[in-house]
């Protein structure tokens, strides 16, 4: 287990719906720090490298419509295997197959209004940090020069 950085984003749905507070807490309740956050209104050609892999997909072009659709809250996380428990907490890309208490399985019921994004791997979860953020928008727990209170 180490400490990594991951890339989850809230998808126009999630934040339409009013649940970035619930999925920011989920992820803190866990003990998670949030390394960057900004409510961001990308543009296609944004959206269309961040989904590049998918491009050759049918449903690529209604996704980057649906992403193009409303505001998205990007944000980084940071703390021990941030990217695989992550994804545990969203849940299965499809909510229907999603357990309840995770994200998509609490907030969401179809696959192309899923709520939220995560990296896949720590390899993808660096290519979207540095695609959604700058170097100087994060904020590193991992070179911090003072410990926090609750930790030894």
């Known amino acids: 287990m180490t400490s990594e950085q991951t890339f989850i984003a809230i998808k126009p749905d999630g934040v339409q719906r009013g649940l970035v507070g619930p999925i920011i807490s989920r992820f803190e309740q866990r003990g998670y720090k949030l390394a960057a956050i900004k409510l961001v209104t990308p543009g296609r050609e944004h ?31 940071e703390g021990r295997d941030a990217v695989k428990t992550g994804r545990v907490l969203l849940g299965a890309t499809n909510p229907l197959a999603s357990a309840p208490g995770t994200i998509r399985g609490d907030y969401a019921i179809d696959v192309g209004r899923n709520v939220c994004h995560g990296s896949d791997s720590v390899e993808n ?9 700058s170097e100087e928008d994060l904020v590193s727990y991992k070179q911090a020069q ?7």
Do not use: R, T
Not at 125 to 133: G, P, R, S, T, V
């Open 146 to 152: 003072h410990s926090w209170i609750y930790e030894k």
């Open 47 to 77: 959206l269309e490298k961040h989904y590049a892999d998918l491009s050759d997909k049918p449903f690529f072009p209604g996704l980057i419509n649906y992403m193009l659709s409303g505001p998205i809250c990007a944000m980084v996380w």
């Open 125 to 133: 979860a660096q290519k979207e940090i540095n695609l959604w953020f």
